[in-house]
């Protein structure tokens, strides 16, 4: 998600060439893109992006898979294939979870150890004598 904020607001799209997909590796895809004349390369889990944008790749050239890469004007190091909105997005949600889901189970954990939350449930040994 660091990487992919600053792409949403000022990532400048260009066409790109995937170079190879990994598929026994999370769908990770290779790519590469050329900016001012200067080769660059990188690669992402999950595959390709969203291609939809105002930018349409087509590639003359028989074999060759072109698609939209996105890259910071200041560091083209940075760059993810497809749209990074859409990345984002899909990023979030799983980040949302986590904020929601990890805090809960630790408390619960934490309270388990209770006596009154362990009595409260019911299940605390009730001596008889």
Known sequence: ???????????????????GIEPNNHQEAHYSFE????????SQQGGIGDQRGALVCRSGV???NDNIV???????DISCLGNPSTLFENEAGFVALGILIIPSLFLLGWRWRSPIFRNWLGLERKETA
């Open 70 to 76: 996105y890259y910071l004007p200041d560091n083209p």
């Open 62 to 64: 028989s074999g060759r």
């Open 35 to 42: 900016v001012n004349g200067k080769r660059y390369s990188g």
């Open 1 to 19: 998600m660091p990487r992919l904020y600053p792409l949403t607001q000022r990532g400048t799209p260009v066409c790109g060439t995937v170079t």
